[in-house]
């Protein structure tokens, strides 16, 4: 019994994680390779969570919806939709240093997540959209369909990891890398900055909408409470920093690691006395940013620092 | 090849170019000099697309390029290096020079994902190109090495190897001899001398060492207070009264020209 419970602990710890290392990996090409500072990544993870709950559950009146897609319909439209999303924002801050990016980016966040909470004829409001499918409802039930999810995830995590490794070690990603460390020289040397930005921003929001759906089917339930910035926003950056901007296992590292130590500190500060468990979440908050400073004293780049690609082209 | 029609640049109350008017001679290797202060770095930053400027235009190979961006005048064959070098600091040297070439098959997105076959043969000459230049400016040691941990005048180097990897037509050489040792420079002056030659490379020059100017260049263009304030052989110039005047103020140091 006890190990049947540590091992569901364990499933839905790395289901998180797996959504956590989608959102570390989108964030790695927007900051790490693009050097394009997302302080919303909240925002657009809700973009593609609604979008996903919205276009698979079955009619319910009380939001739009009815469409009774399959999951990976709606996925795709989650990646459509917060892709568009990104793009809107890129046209109009792209060109904004990465501080005043930032800036914007909170604030497009906080729309967004005001548009979730008002717009009840979209999302239900704050009473939030329920009964969102997950995928292969058919032939599992239960906490099987945990399992299911688990191995759902991990395939597209798979597949990010390798279509961002691609990017990366690829003149895109150099050239990339190249105007986020020089946006001067990288123009004078032919680069169109704007457009690698745009191409950049969109994919990165792309991925975070895909995480964002992949959330909605894994609680079957979503409410605007989801695009918490703390819980995204704020974790996914301290990820990224602990595992190693620039590196997609760093990201994927970051994102297991954090994820884990957030998790387990949870079943300590639960059993605190119940005027400090309400703080629970600010004393956890903390202990991460404690953390992050000593990861980084160590390890100035994060644990898996950004390292120079292979040249690839066929030898022969 | 290139000719700034009055051009003025305006930084705040202060005007860096006031009216200048010059041409850069199509083939030739054309020495830009002038005090400190006089507007060189910035006319420079003018012809690249980097300042825009606040009245005059800029003309490159007789095209009117006053409107376009910096990465359309690379397009159309401008090159530059840097004063103050502009590296990418995280790139290792040899994708310093790599990055700087063109790569329009590398850089379309889809491709890099699904269709990684339709780059390799562009970015195996890209690899080739940055290879040789890394052996002509004599960087082989530190090839693999992140470009922000290079010394000021390896710097200037991967500025120059930069500026060569796309092929330009005409380059601009902002004090490139600044922190480079003596025995390199002579090469280095050998190598645009035969760059020039061979392949009908244009260059303009800022540098202050007149005697490695006389040595490049067959024409020099004298800004003084944001403007051209006479042009000819680096022999004529040097006796112009206004152009001693203008350095030093008077005759003092006359010898040194
Ligand atoms: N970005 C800038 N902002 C304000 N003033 C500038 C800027 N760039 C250059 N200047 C000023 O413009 C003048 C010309 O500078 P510059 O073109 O660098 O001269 P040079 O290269 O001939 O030494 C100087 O007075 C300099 O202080
Ligand atoms: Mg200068």
Request: hydrophobic letters at 45%; a positive charge.
């Amino acid at each position: 019994m006890e190990l049947t419970g540590l091992f569901f602990y364990i499933v839905s710890l790395l289901i998180l994680g797996g959504i956590y290392a989608l959102l570390c990996l989108a964030l790695n090409v927007q900051w790490g390779m693009g050097g394009l500072f997302n302080a919303g990544i909240a925002g657009f993870y809700g973009v593609g969570a609604y979008t996903s709950a919205i276009l698979t559950t079955a009619a319910s009146g009380r939001h739009l919806g009815g469409f009774s897609m399959p999951v990976p319909m709606g996925l795709v439209g989650a990646a459509i939709v917060a892709g568009v999303t990104g793009w809107a924002v890129a046209r109009i801050c792209v060109r904004l240093k990465s501080d005043y990016l930032a800036m914007a980016s909170i604030g497009i966040a906080e729309i967004l997540r005001l548009v979730f909470v008002n717009e009840s004829w979209l999302t239900n409001g704050s009473l939030g959209v329920s009964r969102i499918p997950r995928p292969f409802a058919d032939f599992t039930t239960g906490r099987m369909s945990d399992v299911a999810f688990l191995g759902f995830v991990w395939v597209i995590v798979l597949l990010v990891y390798v279509a961002t490794t691609r990017l990366y070690d690829s003149p895109w990603g150099r050239s990339l890398r190249a105007i986020r460390d020089n946006e001067t020289s990288a123009s004078a040397a032919g680069k169109n900055v704007e457009k690698f930005r745009v191409q950049t921003f969109v994919i990165g929001c792309a991925v975070m909408g895909i995480a964002g759906g992949l959330s909605a089917h894994y609680f079957r339930f979503l409410s605007p409470t989801a695009t918490d910035p703390l819980l995204t926003t704020f974790l996914v950056w301290v990820m990224l920093m602990a595992g190693g901007s620039g590196n997609n296992r760093g990201a994927i590292l970051g994102a297991l690691s954090i994820w884990t130590i957030w998790s387990v500190t949870e079943i300590f500060t639960n059993r605190l006395p119940p005027e400090w468990a309400t703080r629970s979440s600010f004393i956890r908050m903390l202990l991460v940013g404690l953390l992050l400073q000593v990861v980084l004293q160590r390890f100035r780049a994060g644990l898996l620092p950004e390292k120079s690609p292979p040249v690839r082209f066929r030898k022969d | 090849m290139i000719r700034l029609d009055e051009i003025c640049v305006d930084f705040g109350g202060l005007r860096a170019v006031d009216h200048a008017s010059f041409e850069i001679g199509a083939g030739r290797i054309t020495g830009l000099i002038g005090p400190n202060g006089a507007g060189k770095t910035t006319a420079f930053n003018v012809i690249a697309g980097a300042i825009w400027p606040s009245s005059g235009r800029v003309f490159f190979d007789g095209r009117d390029v006053t409107a376009l961006k910096p990465y359309q005048r690379a397009e159309a064959g401008l090159a530059r290096t840097f004063q103050i070098p502009h590296e990418f600091a995280q790139l290792s040297v040899l994708e310093n020079l790599m990055a700087s070439a063109s790569a329009p098959r590398g850089e379309n997105v889809l491709n890099v994902i699904f269709r990684r076959g339709r780059y390799s043969a562009e970015e195996r000459a890209i690899y080739e190109t940055a290879r040789e230049t890394v052996r002509l400016l004599e960087l082989e040691h530190v090839i693999d090495e992140k470009a922000g941990n290079l010394s000021g005048g390896q710097k200037k180097l991967v500025e120059l190897g930069r500026a060569l990897m796309r092929d330009p037509k005409i380059i601009l050489l902002d004090e490139i001899g600044a922190g480079i040792n003596r025995t390199l420079l002579g090469k280095l002056a050998d190598k645009i001398l035969m760059l020039n030659a061979e392949r009908g490379l244009t260059f303009c020059l800022i540098e202050h060492d007149l005697d490695y100017v006389s040595k490049l260049c067959d024409h020099v263009l004298v800004m003084a207070q944001g403007s051209l304030l006479t042009e000819g052989t680096v022999d004529a110039v040097r006796q112009d009264e206004r152009v001693i005047e203008a350095y030093f103020g008077g005759g003092k140091y006359e010898a040194q020209l």
